[in-house]
């Protein structure tokens, strides 16, 4: 097998692995909060809501971004095959999870009392506060572990501890709220964080570290590097939260609090259920794309065979949302939804532009440019909260896709010059080749179903979606022999 076809096949396994995870996550979060809502009611629901987005926020503020920040540090190390250097980058790792997040707690701590006049009104909650608070430590002890998997990038390991986490968090999760009600609301944050740390701890123990002393001088070093780009990381992910809360506060005062829901429930179709082939290739693409950062010509390598990869799995599938997006919407929500599909017919061709230049902005984590991530994700936070408003002002709904689209158009050209001129990228032939297959098959979806009257967006739709998967998965067999692992996998 060739070195390249074994780095496609890597990216297909990752992904096919955490897309069951991330599917497994989805249907357990759906349980769960049937439960929670039947159980607890709409004031328990609100309560559980106000208590976990404080927490939220406290943790976004003092956890410094280290999960995703260290992952660098570590598959960097992996990547040059350096045991030493490796140790270095986990002990560091797991002293400063235990300052950050003994930082969070005592900062809940100390703040209880205003934090639960701030969020509820009263000070009925400082005692919740108080118990809770230990959960800030409980959760950055366990994304260090996380941290420690993902870069060593023992990915089953990591798929584990997410599975089981999610399943045992349920199954406690649902006796105590029928026992207790609203009252056993803290023993479970509780209680499904200590069980978060448990499973990663079990899971990371696993991995035998290479036992050396680090100094003081150089935690401080290597700690220093760590949190930089941590910070910067937060602050960009703050400021993302900031614009998505002021979009929805313009919607609200300009259309009411109806189009804030339907503009949340059409970019959770679009951010939540097609958005999680994102969340499972980025777990195995950027500590992949970390340990070869050194090298220009890898990374670029890197960063075009994920961006194909992703262009394959995702054409086909946006294909299918854009034909039977009504009866998408209906099945996920009802009739009263419909109003989201123009946004989401838009939305859907934006995604073409968002798989690539995902691709690209992993590079400058992975390359520890924490000024450039930050700047880049600052200047199209604030373009797109333009588009949004100037989008949903003149065309209400269908505005916020098309913004959605032309947002992701640009900021694509905004990464790719970057890259380019910072570490002499460019897209292959082959990228190409698929970008404009895919994205044109698309289109000629979007413009059927837009077009075109009943039944025949339906017929030429299923021709194209059909065209694009046989076409992807041709070329998936091309780069993996993806015929031979089906046959592999039949024979056994």
């Known amino acids: 097998m060739s070195e390249q076809q074994s780095s496609y096949r890597q990216i297909m396994k990752a992904t096919s692995l955490f897309g069951g995870v991330q599917v497994f996550q989805i249907l357990i979060q759906i349980i769960r909060s049937k439960f929670v809502a039947v159980l607890l009611g709409p004031a328990g629901m609100g309560i559980v809501g106000l208590l976990t987005s404080t927490i939220g926020l406290i943790g976004g503020l003092t956890n410094f971004g280290l999960g995703t920040s260290a992952v660098k540090n570590i598959a960097e190390a992996v990547g040059k095959e350096d045991n030493n250097r490796i140790a270095t980058a986990i002990i560091v790792l797991r002293r400063l999870v235990w300052i950050t997040g003994t930082l969070g707690m005592v900062i809940t701590l100390l703040l209880s009392p205003w934090l639960s006049q701030l969020t509820f009104g009263n000070k009925n909650y400082t005692l919740a506060f108080v118990w809770i608070s230990v959960t800030l430590l409980f959760n950055q002890l366990s994304s260090g572990q996380m941290v420690l998997l993902q870069g060593m990038r023992k990915l089953q390991y990591l798929a584990k501890a997410n599975l089981f986490g999610s399943g045992l968090g349920l199954l406690i999760t649902i006796p105590l709220y029928y026992k207790w009600g609203v009252d056993a609301i803290v023993p479970v944050m509780i209680t499904t964080s200590v069980i978060s740390l448990s499973l990663s701890w079990f899971f990371s123990s696993k991995i035998k570290i290479q036992p050396i002393k680090v100094s003081k001088l150089k935690t401080v070093a290597e700690g220093k590097d760590m949190l930089k780009m941590g910070f910067m990381i937060s602050l960009s992910g703050l400021i993302a939260t900031g614009a998505s809360y002021l979009i929805r506060i313009f919607i609200s005062r300009q259309g009411g609090v109806a189009d804030v829901g339907l503009y949340s429930a059409g970019f959770t179709i679009i951010g939540t259920y097609v958005g999680l082939i994102f969340a499972a290739m980025g777990t195995d693409y950027y500590p992949r794309l970390s340990s070869v950062a050194y090298d220009n010509k890898l990374s670029k390598q890197t960063i075009n065979q994920q961006a194909e990869i992703a262009l394959l799995i995702l054409g086909p599938i946006l294909i299918l949302f854009l034909v039977f997006i009504n009866w998408i919407v209906v099945i996920l929500y009802s009739n009263k939804f ?155």
């Open 338 to 492: 419909l109003a989201i599909n123009s946004m989401i017919y838009w939305a859907a061709l934006g995604m073409f532009f968002k798989a690539a230049s995902w691709s690209i902005g992993f590079v400058f984590l992975a390359k520890g440019a924490s000024k450039v991530f930050f700047w880049s994700e600052l200047i199209s936070n604030i373009y797109t909260l333009l588009f949004n408003i100037i989008g949903y002002y003149y065309f209400g709904l269908t505005g916020l896709g098309l913004s959605f689209l032309l947002g992701y158009f640009i900021l694509l050209i905004q990464v790719f010059f970057i890259a380019k001129i910072k570490y002499e990228f460019g897209f292959d032939k082959e990228f190409q080749k698929i970008f404009i297959l895919q994205f044109s098959l698309a289109l000629f979806s979007f413009l059927a179903v837009k077009f075109l009257k009943q039944p025949y967006p339906y017929v030429i739709g299923v021709v194209l979606i059909v065209l694009s998967a046989f076409y992807s998965l041709k070329e998936l067999d091309k780069r993996m022999d993806l015929v031979g692992i089906i046959h592999h996998f039949t024979k056994k």
